[in-house]
């Protein structure tokens, strides 16, 4: 499972969590067009996917061992949500 999945809409969403608007004024946006020239490939658009459970994505990073940063984004995104 790559740490990116296309949308439908051009975007992304990361980590199971945050949705990613196509916009090259967004820093998160500028990350993933980072993330692409690096060789990653994301994964393919789901149709009709949406950004999952926050606590989910967190349990997931957790057990995959991803990066720190990976798992910080991860928990960022869940405060974020849960704050809203």
Do not use: C, F, H, R
């Not at 994505?57 to 991803?66: E, V």
């Amino acid at each position: 499972m790559a740490d990116y999945q296309l949308k439908e809409d051009g975007g992304v969403i990361y980590l199971g969590v945050a949705s990613i608007p196509p916009d090259p004024g967004n820093s998160e946006w500028v990350k993933y067009q980072k993330w692409l020239t690096l060789g990653n490939t994301p994964d393919p658009i789901i149709q009709g996917a949406k950004p999952e459970d926050p606590m989910i994505a967190i349990k997931s990073a957790i057990n995959s061992a991803l990066t720190i940063d990976q798992l910080k984004t991860a928990i960022l995104n869940y405060v974020t949500v849960k704050g809203d």
